[in-house]
């Protein structure tokens, strides 16, 4: 088991920067890829980064290429989700999660862990 908690999350302002971070314990860490995922009021929830177990390759939705920096340090066990330029769309429950893998999936039913989220409310 991987437990992922969450942090970071808060009110921005349009054009402000959050960074969220996801900090794994249990088994290790390093051996699974993560991902950040977020879900806003009436939509389903939608992959926004991913990353390789060794941080070597990552995966951005078209949404927030060039904004969001996914990014990881194994022997902290922590991941980071760098998020700059905010604005209203990107209000949500952001999630971290790992798949059944080391490497970058999109298939969401790969994620067997998951963490317990964190709001990012993102003010006009």
């Known amino acids: 088991q991987v437990q992922l908690v969450e942090s970071g999350g808060g009110l921005a302002q349009a054009g402000g920067s959050l960074r969220l971070s996801c900090a794994a314990s249990?088994?290790?860490?390093?051996?699974?890829?993560m991902g950040w995922f977020r879900q806003a009021p009436g939509k389903e929830r939608e992959l926004v980064a991913a990353?390789?177990?060794?941080?070597?390759?990552?995966y951005y939705a078209d949404s927030v290429k060039g904004r969001f920096t996914i990014s990881r340090d194994n022997a902290k066990n922590t991941g980071y989700l760098q998020m700059n330029s905010l604005n209203p769309e990107d209000t949500a429950v952001y999630f971290c999660a790992a798949p059944n893998s080391k490497y970058i999936t999109q298939d969401e039913r790969r994620y067997i862990y998951w963490g317990q989220g964190t709001q990012v409310t993102v003010s006009s």
């Open positions: 990353i390789t177990w060794l941080g070597s390759t990552t």
């Open positions: 249990g088994r290790t860490f390093s051996n699974y890829a």
